[in-house]
């Protein structure tokens, strides 16, 4: 019986390691555009090769000033990710989406690394209908980010799915 136990202590701290381990090199993946960033991490740990994301609360509107939100993909080597937007409704203050409610996208990084100084592709704001819905990254790493201003507008936010594609 003491083998038995000592046998399956060691098994469930072994299993404890490896599981602390990966949560360490998981969160050393993203980099954020500043501290005040919270990341949300898509992957394709466990052969996960699609999934549906949200805005928070979707579909109840999303809180006003959401300073930083990213929502990071990351695929396996030689893989592409495809993210769709099926549901949209964030504030439009401006036509050019920069202030206000927005998303901004990163679909050409090399790494899960991003900061001021790194190149996004588009803003997106407004309605379904004010947006392009299909984008893909150019590789196994797309990230995008999400903002709300001060405004309280009722806006649900988004919903939409994503698919790691092989090359």
């Known amino acids: 019986m003491g083998t038995r136990k000592k046998k399956t202590m060691s098994q469930s701290a072994l299993i404890l390691i490896e599981l602390l381990s990966l949560l360490t090199s998981r969160s050393t993946l993203v980099s954020a555009v500043s501290a005040d960033c919270k990341c949300i991490m898509f992957d394709s740990t466990y052969n996960k090769d699609y999934g549906v994301f949200t805005s928070p609360n979707w579909p109840v509107p999303y809180e006003d000033n959401i300073?930083?939100?990213?929502?990071?993909?990351?695929?396996?080597?030689?893989?592409?990710?495809?993210?769709?937007?099926?549901?949209?409704?964030?504030?439009?203050?401006?036509?050019?989406?920069?202030?206000?409610?927005?998303?901004?996208?990163?679909?050409?990084?090399?790494?899960?690394?991003?900061?001021?100084?790194?190149?996004?592709?588009?803003?997106?704001?407004g309605k379904l209908s004010d947006i392009q819905q299909t984008h893909y990254s150019s590789g196994n790493t797309l990230i995008f980010e999400f903002h709300s201003d001060w405004r309280q507008e009722n806006n649900t936010g988004f919903r939409g799915t994503f698919r790691f594609l092989n090359k």
């Open 67 to 125: 300073n930083c939100l990213l929502y990071t993909f990351v695929a396996r080597e030689n893989y592409l990710i495809k993210v769709i937007f099926e549901e949209f409704d964030l504030g439009r203050s401006n036509l050019g989406c920069k202030f206000g409610d927005y998303v901004k996208l990163y679909l050409h990084l090399k790494e899960p690394l991003i900061n001021q100084n790194t190149s996004y592709n588009t803003f997106l704001c």
